[in-house]
T-cell receptor
Framework: DAKTTQPPSMDCAEGRAANLPCNHSTISGNEYVYWYRQIHSQGPQYIIHGLKNNETNEMASLIITEDRKSSTLILPHATLRDTAVYYC?????????????FGRGTQLTVWP | EPEVTQTPSHQVTQMGQEVILRCVPISNHLYFYWYRQILGQKVEFLVS????????KSEIFDDQFSVERPDGSNFTLKIRSTKLEDSAMYFCASSRQGSGNQPQHFGDGTRLSIL
């Protein structure tokens, strides 16, 4: 699976949008971009995923560049409870092997 | 919303003892996974399980580990003879299918402490 690069840490004021970048320059055409987050020592929480098009759900928006080499996770109105480590992960479509490769992610701190 | 549940939340065991960690995956999911996270380190894949057999395992998943789906709802991870370095958070996950388009959903984990 393609490797990803994320900044180790970011911070954001409560109520503002948090924009978390991810580079995945070696991504292949059949690979999905996934985002998870981990709050303290809880289990990773699925946020959103996409292949080519931008995606939005109740938690976040995912913007994927046209060349698919990078993406941005947007939390439109960050709250203190969004403080967590955010992981950008690439998964191959059609692969049944299933394993997720977690890197170090980005520690997002939302401050009051 | 359906969720993956894990028990116990914390398990303390003497080195050399056997331990069984339990998971109830989301009910209509067919693929099951175990991951672990040693304190301060990355989340690491251990094993995936489908149709009552192991689909894939990592180099961490050696002979002291085994997995089982003893009934229609539970999925267990057994560590036969625990070592100090097995101390970690263990996370169970499940997905409806194993393909890249299906997210895995995680439980909140079992903290395993080996004394």
């Amino acid at each position: 699976d393609a490797k990803t690069t994320q900044p180790p840490s970011m911070d954001c004021a409560e109520g503002r949008a948090a924009n978390l970048p991810c580079n995945h320059s070696t991504i292949s055409g059949n690979e999905y971009v996934y985002w998870y987050r981990q709050i303290h020592s809880q289990g990773p929480q699925y946020i959103i995923h996409g292949l080519k098009n931008n995606e939005t759900n109740e938690m976040a928006s995912l913007i994927i560049t046209e060349d698919r080499k990078s993406s941005t996770l947007i939390l439109p109105h960050a709250t203190l409870r969004d403080t967590a480590v955010y992981y950008c992960i690439i998964r191959v479509e059609g692969s049944t092997l299933g394993r997720l490769y977690f890197g170090r992610g980005t520690q997002l701190t939302v401050w009051p | 919303e359906p969720e993956v549940t894990q028990t116990p939340s914390h398990q303390v065991t003497q080195m050399g003892q056997e331990v069984i960690l339990r998971c109830v995956p989301i009910s209509n999911h067919l693929y099951f996974y175990w991951y672990r996270q040693i304190l301060g380190q990355k989340v690491e894949f251990l094993v995936s399980f489908y149709n009552n057999e192991i689909s894939e395992k990592s180099e961490i998943f050696d002979d002291q580990f085994s997995v089982e789906r003893p009934d229609g709802s539970n999925f267990t991870l057994k560590i036969r003879s625990t070592k100090l370095e097995d101390s970690a958070m263990y996370f169970c996950a499940s997905s409806r299918q194993g393909s890249g388009n299906q997210p895995q959903h995680f439980g909140d984990g079992t903290r395993l402490s080996i004394l």
